[in-house]
Each structure stands twice: as structure tokens, then as C-alpha cells.
């Protein structure tokens, strides 16, 4: 299962009612043999870590994978060059896709360079790649970590691989595509010591856990957020510091638990903590969706409507049709997921991500629909309360619908506009920004009497009298943008070259009877297309 940016709520707090810290199970963190230095993908169910029960007692790095609230037996992780690991000075991408590590293997820039393979299978791993220059460097590259959207590694620079000291800086460089990384910039961190090392970024991009070499020559674990200029004051984890080193920490998503190895009388051991508040990062939405009818390869996507910003991409495999992703609040999000395949359409959805309150985990499985002649499809092209005009970001949809129909130049599509009520009113409101003007007859001495005839008869002193109506003109107020709203998707088409002979557009007014999701229903309105 493919997963990326995802912040699933395994092992969370519920997991750790009782306790505080808790050891991990014997058939990973055994008695007689030493465990240390978790790493976890964002979902909390891949755990690596280095573990010396092996044939040669040297230490190899060990996989496990959670089975319901238990763990796998580890296995040990067949990469070539294992033995070039130093200390626990790995890790394992958010997605759980790619290990990067430092490696002394040649050819290398210096001393300990950092290094990349790609999950190929269930437990084998594709060939090294060094990025080389300026990503590493003639000194020592170490504790990689990427961030969850896979764009900025940080990692730390040592002059030595002392683990007493080693003068090491924290480092933080972007990805350039293929193997080509920006010049790394130093994290300035205000705290006196001489030496940090193993950055953790959290998936929010803006909460780094590290350690730092205190007074008495231990390391202790720190956090510290990103601001507008610069990062702010370290933090101590005191709820994770001890006496002795504490140096690496594996976290997942959410950030509400973490895990650590301590040293007792049998050696390594390694314990879930839960995270006090806080620490933890910012509050989060979770999306783990299973698409249950993939014909082939997907492009998954979120944006950000106002700045454009891609908050997340991938490609779902039809072999996994299961992926998570994890966006971290203060966002409007236009999500969807497209294939190419003909005769399939496509799947979206807006998403309002501004003020989550708490972080929110949503599991669904997704169906991208078959088009088929006479069958209605929803659009979720958004407008502007009370206008037709269109939300910032509406145009990301316009264009998958305009992709579609390129893909399926056999069909002419109908677009729909409805609205599951209209409010009218002889009053004007915010909300009626609409008006129409009726004629109405009245009588001649009661004008704000409206009659249906054209003339009314009344008698006074047995005579009779026909009385001539008069016409007044009044204003209407009502809320019916259906056809405005229609004539906007118009406009927006033709605009971008699409022939007027391939759609047809209709605003249809009030019909209650449509199935209206909650948030369609919200907003008054629904877009649907039909083929024909």
C-alpha cells in the first residue's frame, strides 16, 4: 500500500492509556539481544530500527510491520551495503518508499556521504544512488530525514564521527528533481552546544525534533519550530531525556507518540512515549482512500486554492488502489485523482482545511466513475457566495472537466446548474442579490390590492361601477444564479478553446429532489454533467 504524507492514528494516545512509556513487544525489542534507534514511516505501521540478532552479532537494520495494535517479527533488510551504516544514522521516508542513509561506500564525495534506494518489492531495495556535490560535501553527511512532502532533507554535518562530539551542524537543503539538490543551508538553532545531530521534521514542515550535546557529554532530545524568521528557542523533550545519550527518535504523522531505545541492565530496549501536547506538530487531516475500481496508474493531487501551492502529488499503482495523505491545516484544498484511461472520469473534492480544531482522520473508498451515455455526473466547480463568480482555485476542476472531454471527443457534454432552493422576497437582503421586475394590476383605489382579473366590479346605491386596473412594476429579490452560474462555466470554455459544438450549458433552477451532498446543500447549489 502506497502511502504518502499520511498521519494515521496507530498507536496513539488510546494505545497508551495506561502508561506513559511502554516497552515494545519481545518478538522486536527481545530480551537478550540490543534494539535501538527507531525509524517509522508516517503511518505508524513500517518500523525500522538496528537490531545486533544476527548471525554475526554485528549490528543490520530490521523491518516490521504492524499487524491490527502488535507488530511483525523484525526482518533484516537486504541492502548491499549494510554494514556501511553507522550508528543509526538512517531512515525511511514518510511514504515508506525510499532508505536513505550515510554510507563511507566508493565512489563518495568525503568521509560518510548520504545515500538513496528505492523500495523495489516487499523487503528489497533498487541500486545506491550518491547525489553527489552539493548535497554532500568532504565532510561527514548524517541522520537524514525527509520531509513529508518528499521536497527539503535535513540531515547533519560532522567534522568527526566522535559520538562524544563530532562539531556537528544541522543542514537543510531542497529537491531539484532526479538526483539534483539546492546548496544546504545551516539550521540556526539558539542553544549553546557544540555539536547537533539527527533533525526530525515533522509532516506540518514546521516542527524539528533533534538532539544536542548538553554539558555533562550527553545528547538530549530538543524541539523547535519554524517561524517567519528563523526558528524559535529549543525546547527540552524532558519527557524523553535521561542520563545517558538520547540521541534518535522515530515519530509518526500526528507526532502524538514517539520512539526511543534506553539502555537497562540487558542492554538496548525499544519504548513508545506518548508526546505531551505541546510537542506535537500542527493539528492535521488524514485522508486514507481505497480506489476500488482503478483501471490503471493515478495522479493524486492536492492544491492549495489561494496559493497554488501543491501540497501533495503521487502516483497510485492499480496494484496497491490504497494510498493516505496528510495535509496539515490552514488550507482550501482542491483534491483529486485523475487517470488517463479512457472511458473513466474523474475524482474530486474541495476540502476546507482552514481551522481544523482537533486533527481529523477520514477513511473512504472512492469509485471514479464510467461514463456512460444519459448518466449525470457531479462537477465540483465552486463559486463565490451569493455570485457567479468563481473561488480561487475553481479553475483546477474547470480544467480536469476540460481534459476530460478531450479524452472523450465522442461525447458532447451537458452541463447542469442546480440549486436545492430559491428564496424570493419584495425585500431586499445580502443574501437576495438577484432581482426580476413583475407587472401587477391593482385597483384603482386600493393599490396595494392585487387582482387576478382585468377589471373589478363594485356597487354603491344599487349602481354599478368598472373600475380600469391600473399596472404597477415590482421588484423581486431572489437567490436563482443557476443561469449566471451556467453562462461563467460558458464563458470559461470557450475561453480556453473548447468548440462551443463539443458542450452545452443550462442553469436549471430550484430542484430539491437532486442528491445533494452536505456540503453541496450548504452552499445551495449542485453542477452536474451528462454525456451524450
Not at 496507530?10 to 539481544?33: G, Y
Not at 559520538?163 to 549553546?192: H, S, T
Not at 463539443?502 to 445533494?516: I, R, V
Request: aromatic share 12%; net charge negative.
Amino acid at each position: 500500500m502506497q502511502k504518502l504524507l499520511i498521519g494515521l492514528f496507530f498507536l496513539s494516545c488510546t494505545t497508551l492509556a495506561t502508561a506513559q512509556k511502554r516497552r515494545l513487544p519481545q518478538n522486536i525489542s527481545s530480551w537478550s539481544n540490543n534494539e535501538y534507534a527507531p525509524k517509522l514511516t508516517a503511518d505508524g505501521r513500517t518500523l525500522l530500527y538496528m537490531s545486533d540478532y544476527t548471525d554475526s552479532g554485528e549490528p543490520e537494520i530490521f523491518i516490521s510491520t504492524a499487524i491490527g495494535n502488535n507488530w511483525s517479527k523484525g526482518q533484516k533488510v537486504d541492502i548491499p551495503n549494510k554494514n556501511m551504516i553507522p550508528f543509526g544514522a538512517y531512515n525511511i521516508s514518510y511514504d515508506g518508499e525510499q532508505l536513505i542513509y550515510a554510507s563511507k561506500k566508493s565512489p563518495g564525495i568525503g568521509g560518510y556521504d548520504i545515500r538513496f534506494q528505492q523500495k523495489e518489492g516487499n523487503n528489497s531495495w533498487g541500486q545506491s544512488v550518491n547525489p553527489g556535490k552539493p548535497l554532500n560535501s568532504p565532510l561527514n553527511e548524517m541522520d537524514p530525514t525527509l520531509s513529508a512532502d518528499g521536497k527539503t532533507l535535513y540531515f547533519s554535518r560532522c567534522e568527526t564521527l566522535d559520538p562524544d562530539g563530532g562539531n556537528c551542524k544541522i543542514y537543510a537543503a531542497e529537491f531539484l528533481g532526479d538526483v539534483y539538490w539546492k546548496e544546504p543551508e545551516e539550521i540556526k538553532l539558539d542553544l549553546a552546544s557544540s555539536s547537533f545531530v539527527n533533525p526530525v521534521i515533522l509532516p506540518d514542515n514546521k516542527t524539528l525534533y533533534f538532539a544536542a550535546l548538553n554539558k555533562e557529554g550527553n545528547y538530549d532530545f530538543y524541539m523547535s519550530r519554524k517561524e517567519a524568521n528563523g526558528w524559535s528557542k529549543p525546547l527540552p523533550m524532558d519527557f524523553l531525556n535521561t542520563d545517558a545519550h538520547d540521541r534518535y527518535i522515530g515519530v509518526t504523522a500526528l507526532g502524538d507518540v514517539a520512539y526511543i531505545h534506553e539502555e537497562d541492565e540487558r542492554g538496548y530496549d525499544l519504548y513508545m512515549v506518548k508526546v505531551p501536547e505541546a510537542f506535537q506538530p500542527a493539528k492535521v487531516y488524514y485522508l486514507e482512500g481505497t480506489v476500488t475500481n482503478l483501471p490503471a496508474k493515478a495522479l493524486i493531487k492536492a492544491t492549495d486554492v489561494a496559493t497554488d501551492q501543491e501540497l501533495v502529488r503521487l502516483i497510485l499503482d492499480p496494484a496497491d488502489k490504497t494510498f493516505g495523505i496528510y495535509i496539515p491545516e490552514g488550507h482550501q484544498v482542491d483534491f483529486s485523482i485523475e487517470t488517463k484511461e479512457s472511458g473513466y472520469g474523474y475524482y474530486s473534492e474541495y476540502l476546507d482545511l482552514e481551522d481544523l480544531g482537533s486533527s481529523k482522520k477520514v477513511v473512504k473508498d472512492i469509485l471514479l466513475p464510467t461514463l456512460e451515455s444519459g448518466q449525470a455526473y457531479p462537477a465540483a466547480i465552486v463559486f463565490e457566495e451569493n455570485s457567479a463568480d468563481f473561488v480561487s482555485g475553481a479553475e483546477e476542476e474547470l480544467d480536469r472537466l476540460i481534459t476530460l472531454m478531450k479524452q472523450n471527443r465522442d461525447f458532447h457534454f451537458k452541463l447542469e446548474v442546480y440549486q436545492a432552493s430559491v428564496t424570493e422576497s419584495d425585500q431586499y437582503a445580502d443574501s437576495l442579490t438577484e432581482t426580476r421586475y413583475d407587472t401587477l394590476l391593482v385597483t384603482a383605489n386600493k393599490m396595494d390590492s392585487i387582482s387576478e382579473n382585468t377589471t373589478e366590479v363594485s356597487a354603491t346605491d344599487s349602481t354599478s361601477f368598472e373600475y380600469t386596473p391600473l399596472e404597477e412594476i415590482v421588484t423581486i429579490y431572489h437567490n436563482d444564479l443557476s443561469q449566471k452560474r451556467a453562462d461563467a462555466i460558458t464563458a470559461y470554455l470557450l475561453d480556453k478553446g473548447v468548440p462551443e459544438s463539443m458542450f452545452s450549458t443550462s442553469g436549471k433552477g430550484a430542484n430539491a429532489e437532486l442528491n445533494y451532498s452536505d456540503l453541496e446543500r450548504d452552499r445551495n447549489y449542485k453542477v452536474v454533467f451528462s454525456l451524450e
